[in-house]
């Protein structure tokens, strides 16, 4: 068997579609050379892909040089493959670390195939690699990483070589960079409330149906009289499917108000689906949505459905919105699965409910309950993700009454809204009308990922009414006169809702419910004593012997490891564990001083759990 027959078999054995992507590919054309510790190495195209003189020793030198950004992360992104030296050495130094390579040139990674062995590389759990991927994907592609710090390891022969690949990397990363701080920085804010939302929330959770009830239920409708252009398909004895039903997504953003005197005329072509922010504001302009989407846990954010009493056709929800949301709100109610430790094991015992995308906005959340519900095109209204005319909201919403009625005159409404404008770092973007648009960082992240799901689903168009909002790429700026000119569909809509609402209650076993609530308290307390076990080890200070120290605590993060919901707890961790990332590895001080702070943070959360399961019986 030659070497590039053995890599290729091990690269097929590693998984994923990398391989897929040398199908008909010519290798390129590489002068293999010795350097002068024996090792292979090779120019391409006149460039050296290695050191002459000692390629392992360069490849160490290139990954320690990386270590200072972020401190010491056991991950990282390599921009080229080259022959791998500078892999192989990461995973010398962080035998347990993952790494991603970004390979954009699948003909030298051919040529690398047939250089040097990879059967060892390629079997790593923690190596991965992204081949030909399109560099406006990447974002999509990787962004599983935004959960955890990772360094950037440059080859530079590659980086030379795609200038242009790599700097959208970078933009990429950049983006997954700014939200996993987003997320940090909200888990701090909002982990507890989330938490004890959950906890209050235990019935629903139990009883109310999932989303997954909803998927398709606006898509092509075969039940519908044909138009009278349509025809019957060859070979079918019933009128063929028609295209789905299109999804009108309400959001708050200032251009809302440009929409609100057409929808009555829209609702008859469309579905309307409002986030809470703007379900008021359709309500004065005389309409009722057919589904409204909450997802915020604070008690704030449920003031934008004051005084709607019991309207909203449907209420779509996360299980850890407030409370107070389903008191007040009437009308059939759907849950969509949640994205937190505790409301997924909750539902594991009761009902699978589906998941909705969470972008950190409630208008993500809407987009993808249109695209979950089967509509075609998607319309987006008000969804401006900017500040065109130096608006933050439509007039009239609760944000700009909460500012005129906090207002005086040291600090009037204007200057509220000047702060807001102000305080993410403002910049101007490109407008759906060709013109310029403010926005903010706070924007970019919800800009990005409707990008990011727009590349992922081109099987669906989506569209946008704001034409002062920020251009978004793959979302096609129209006029209102555009949809207002398509068949009336009112009817069917009424007739799906009304099959919706039938959707029966899955109450889950009360016993199996019980169980499951009893086991998990019953591990929180296993859990808060393994804490104060390591607790009381750590502060026996120097007097105790060092390595003994460290055995007992190396046993009690076992036993704290085979726990099987300790990710519960550790929810609210996040943040502790970002700040301790870069404690020394075999430095006892730093050791002893990082395992006080996780164990009695792991500690409060085991005890805060079982507080507000508690107080849910």
Known sequence: MSLLEENLRSLAAAGGDAGAALDGIVPAELRVQTAKNGSVTALWEGVLLHSRVDPEKEARRLVESAAATPEGAEAAVFYGFGLAYHIEAFFRMHPRGRAVVLEPDPALFAAALRVRPYRELFAREGFRLLLAVPSGELAAVLGDWESGSFRVIRHRPAC?????????????????????????????????????????????????????????????????PESSGQRKGPGQGKTPARPGIPGLVLAAGPSLDQVLPRLRELRRRCLLIAVDTSHAACLRAGVEPDFVVV???????????????GSGRILVSES??????????????????SVFPLGAYLEEASDSKGRLGAGGSVATSAWDLARLLGTDPIVMAGLDLGFPGGGTHFAGSFFEERSLTTADRFRPAETASASYLCEAGPRRVPANDGGMTLTDRRMLVYIHWFESQLRLHRDRETLNLSPGGVAIRGMRFVGIESILALEDR????????GELTRVPAAPADPRRF???????????????????????????????????????????????????????????????????????RGDPRAVRESSRRLYRDLLESAEYHLRVLNGAH
């Open 160 to 224: 030379a070589a795609n200038p242009g690949y790599f700097a959208e990397a970078d933009e990429a990363l950049s983006r997954l960079a700014s939200r996993r701080e987003i997320n940090i920085n909200t888990l701090k804010r909002f982990g507890r409330l989330w938490v004890r939302n959950l906890a209050r929330n235990i019935r629903l959770i139990r009883e109310v149906p999932g989303v997954r009830h909803l998927e398709g239920a606006f898509s092509g409708a075969p039940g519908e």
């Open 295 to 309: 997802v915020d846990p604070q008690y704030w954010n449920t003031r934008h459905l004051d005084r709607v009493g």
């Open 490 to 497: 009112r009817a069917a809509i009424d007739e799906r809702l």
């Open 514 to 584: 019980h169980a499951a609530l009893q086991g998990l308290e019953e591990e929180l307390r296993r859990l808060a004593g393994l804490c104060r076990r390591g607790l009381a080890v750590v502060d026996r200070g120097p007097g105790g012997s060092g390595a003994e120290d460290l055995a007992e605590l190396d046993g009690i993060d076992r036993e704290i490891s085979s726990l099987r919901h300790r990710d519960i707890a550790g929810f609210l961790l996040t943040s502790t564990l970002t700040e301790i990332e870069g404690a020394v």
């Open 320 to 337: 850890s919105t407030h409370p107070r949301v389903f008191r007040i709100m009437g009308g059939k109610l759907f849950l969509a699965g």
